[in-house]
């Protein structure tokens, strides 16, 4: 056995073009499993995304601001290289659909090849959450349809402060 873990840091790496309630419900409800909780954007240079990397860490700090143990960070590269950066032992990940775990079991067992000492954490989704994505609302906002019922308060508030 290796020695035990003192300290559980885990980080939720995604693109967060915008971060919706889906996201935020997982995060809710991994708080209390770890001691640290990184939100941390992958930028890559390629995609072109609705919103810019300050507004996607501004919408996801307005979410978060009351919880020390909810931070935000910017990574490029491969995401097991910047758990590594960040010290943290675990990757954390939701799942909605079988398309989302296969999709994962890849990418968890090349990240255990990689960094064997890394574990990736999976969470169910909620099922009143399964159906959104980031994608849904950014066509929600193209079309200019509620999106209420798709995204936390925190980014909400961020939303409306872009518009003023
Ligand atoms: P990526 O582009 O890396 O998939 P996303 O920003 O789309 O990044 O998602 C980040 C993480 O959040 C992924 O693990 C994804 O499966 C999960 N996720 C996305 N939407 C939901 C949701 N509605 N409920 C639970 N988890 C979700």
New binding site residues.
């Given amino acids: 056995m290796t020695s035990p873990i003192t300290s559980r840091i885990a980080v ?6 915008p ?5 935020f ?2 995060i809710e409800r991994a708080v209390p499993l770890f001691d640290q909780i990184i939100i941390a954007i ?1 930028i890559n240079s390629q995609k072109k995304y609705l919103y810019s990397l300050e507004q996607r860490l501004d919408f996801i700090n307005n979410c978060f601001s009351q919880v020390d143990s909810v931070t935000t960070a910017t990574y490029t590269g491969l995401t097991i290289n910047f758990c590594q950066s960040v010290n943290a032992n675990f990757l954390l ?4 659909t079988v398309g ?1 775990f296969e999709y ?1 079991k890849t990418i968890a067992q090349l990240n255990k090849s990689l960094a064997p000492q890394i574990e990736s954490i999976f ?1 169910m ?2 099922p009143q ?6 994608t849904i609302v950014r066509e929600i906002i193209k079309n200019e349809g509620d999106l209420k019922p798709f995204l936390p308060d925190g980014v909400l508030k961020g939303m409306e402060g872009m518009q003023e």
């Fill in positions: 939720f790496p995604g693109s967060f073009d971060f919706t309630i889906g996201h419900d997982i992958g990940r939701g799942i909605r989302d994962e969470m989704c909620a959450y399964s159906h959104i994505s980031s």
